[in-house]
């Protein structure tokens, strides 16, 4: 059975497209750089009073493999400890080993233009005025080279550079930012650890200046705010302010969907625009700047159209949070800088090949903090070999993507926590993209899941052909489940000034309208009623 997500398909902009958007890339990355991250979690860390949840280990054993994989740069880590181990204050040193423990698997991502065979092809979108003349560039080179795609180029692990100064600046700035706030008994020592010490925000290179640099940015905002209110402002005030003031340090500019490396600190200061991620990791970097709690929180496809989305989030004093979303997510995960167990990267046996952009060791499942969910069992036989964990994709980009994952276990795959009113595909992870492990079918509002398998029955089915008679070419498949993939269903030619045409389809079907020369952007659907329902 082959392949039916993949990501090089076709010799167009499509394959280009799949692989960019407002967050970083999920769809771009080749498997998660596997020596650097496969690292199971170690241990039980402390946990947060509020929610029950484990914020990753400081084991010795923990301790231990972070500086093994520091390498020659293990000197440098151990300074940072030794700074602490015998510090009169027990959460300095718990927070630095904490730090130290959960630092594996984080670093560096630079991304790069890649032939499938993942030589660099050489493009820079902001060598552009804009987004259409970056483009242009980029459809000449798919023109030219054939399939092209984004892809991880180099990974720095953040253990093998980081120097003992850089993070040691960042643990006293974290710690005097704490312990002064007003609103520091709302904030717990777990909270701490895991939404302010941190010194990165997501794949941006290491960068420890925006911790003094955004205190000092947002210090008129915040004594304003104290004028304004005649008062200390709270947590909650304050966390807003911050977030309202980065919004003005970055705007999102277009461009950056073709420059899918994250920014630094200064980077961004200097650009002053960026990807969703970029603002995300802005409004991050100033709420831990003054001790507020503030999360990127991200979707890695959407359900309902292609491209993805990051975003930050504040958070309540349980840990939770979540914002208004213009589209419909299947999975929403939190970027945590702790090891989160149940998470794919955390789980994934070493070597084990996974799906691009799911391998994090550190994402924490929230989507029910937005939408209503559903846990879901489903019959999906024996892996292929080598392959433990099956995976729910959405339609996305022309192609099927993966958001999340089980284990399988007797030929059942149980998936947690899944978004309603949404189109699913179980699958199986192939090299170049995914191989459907069942019929596709649709999680309803009220949680059914109706499953889409055409049957012999007819049904007719009306068109809007007007692109055709534009010049488009316009292809109408089936998804058939015994075969796994589209099949096309031929199509008669629109009568002239007659645009609509109407089809009889297989009853109970999943159909995809679509140009087989375009991006991939037209939506699968079923018939109601002899018409088009898209997902």
């Known amino acids: 059975m082959k392949a039916v997500a993949s990501l090089l398909a076709t010799a167009t902009m499509a394959a280009v497209a799949a692989t960019v958007g407002?967050?970083?890339?999920?769809?771009?990355?080749?498997?998660e750089p596997d020596a650097a991250t496969a690292v199971a979690p170690q241990g039980r860390a402390p946990e947060d009073k509020a929610t029950g949840k484990a914020t990753g280990a400081a084991t010795d054993e923990a301790i231990q493999g972070s500086l093994e994989r520091a390498g020659p740069n293990r000197p440098e880590i151990e300074?940072?400890?030794?700074?602490?181990?015998?510090?009169?204050?027990?959460?300095?040193?718990?927070?630095s080993r904490w730090l130290v423990a959960n630092m594996p698997g984080h670093g560096f991502a630079l991304m790069a233009l890649q032939r499938p065979d993942r030589t660099r092809v050489d493009f820079e979108a902001t060598d552009h005025p804009n987004l259409a003349a970056a483009q242009a560039e980029l459809d000449?080179?798919?023109?030219?080279?054939?399939p092209l795609r984004f892809g991880l180029e180099r990974f720095t692990e953040d253990l093998t550079v980081i120097t003992a100064e850089e993070l040691i600046t960042n643990h006293e700035q974290a710690f005097a930012s704490w312990r002064s706030a007003p609103w520091s008994s709302s904030v717990s020592l777990p909270t701490f650890l895991e939404h302010i010490l941190p010194y990165r925000g997501s794949s941006e290179p290491v960068d420890i200046a925006w911790r003094a640099e955004a205190n000092a940015r947002l210090a008129p905002a915040l004594a304003a705010l104290r004028a304004s209110l005649d008062r200390e402002p709270t947590l909650a005030e304050a966390t807003q302010a911050a977030r309202k003031a980065a919004k003005k340090w970055v705007r999102f500019r277009q461009l950056f969907y073709l420059h899918p490396t994250d920014q630094s600190w200064s980077e961004l200061m200097r650009s002053t625009a960026g990807r969703c991620e970029d603002q995300s990791n802005v409004a991050v970097f100033a709420a831990r700047s003054i001790a507020a709690v503030v999360a990127g929180d991200f979707t890695p496809y959407w359900a309902d159209r292609d491209n993805n989305h990051a975003w930050e989030v504040a958070l309540d004093a349980n840990g939770k949070g979540s914002a208004t979303l213009a589209h419909r997510p299947a999975k929403v995960y939190r970027r945590m800088f702790g090891i989160q167990p149940n998470s794919l990267g955390a789980m994934r046996a070493p070597g084990e090949a996974i799906p691009p952009g799911l391998g994090e060791r550190t994402l924490l499942d929230v989507t029910e903090q937005y939408v209503e969910v559903s846990d879901l069992s489903i019959e999906v036989g024996s892996p292929p070999a080598?392959?433990?964990f099956a995976y729910l994709c959405v339609f996305n980009a022309g192609a099927w993507r993966p958001v999340h994952h089980a284990l399988v276990r007797d030929g059942v795959a149980r998936f947690t926590a899944m978004g309603r009113d949404i189109l699913y595909l179980p699958a199986w992870h192939a090299p170049d993209g995914v191989v459907a492990a069942g019929a596709p079918f649709i999680l309803t509002g009220d949680g059914t899941r109706e499953v889409l398998a055409p049957s012999l029955e007819r049904q007719p089915l009306l068109l809007d052909m007007d692109g055709a008679a534009r010049g488009d070419t316009?292809?109408?498949?089936?998804?058939a489940s015994s075969s796994g993939e589209w099949t096309a269903i031929e199509l008669p030619s629109p009568t002239a000034g007659e645009p609509s045409i109407t089809v009889d389809v297989p009853a109970g079907g999943l159909f995809w309208l679509h140009d087989p020369q375009g991006r991939g952007l037209e939506r699968p659907f079923t018939v109601v009623n002899g018409r088009m329902r898209r997902w």
């Open 386 to 388: 080598g392959q433990r």
């Open 474 to 479: 316009r292809e109408l498949d089936v998804w």
């Open 22 to 31: 407002c967050a970083a890339p999920p769809g771009a990355w080749p498997a």
């Open 79 to 95: 300074r940072y400890l030794d700074r602490y181990e015998n510090h009169a204050d027990a959460d300095q040193r718990l927070a």
């Open 140 to 146: 000449a080179l798919v023109e030219r080279e054939g």
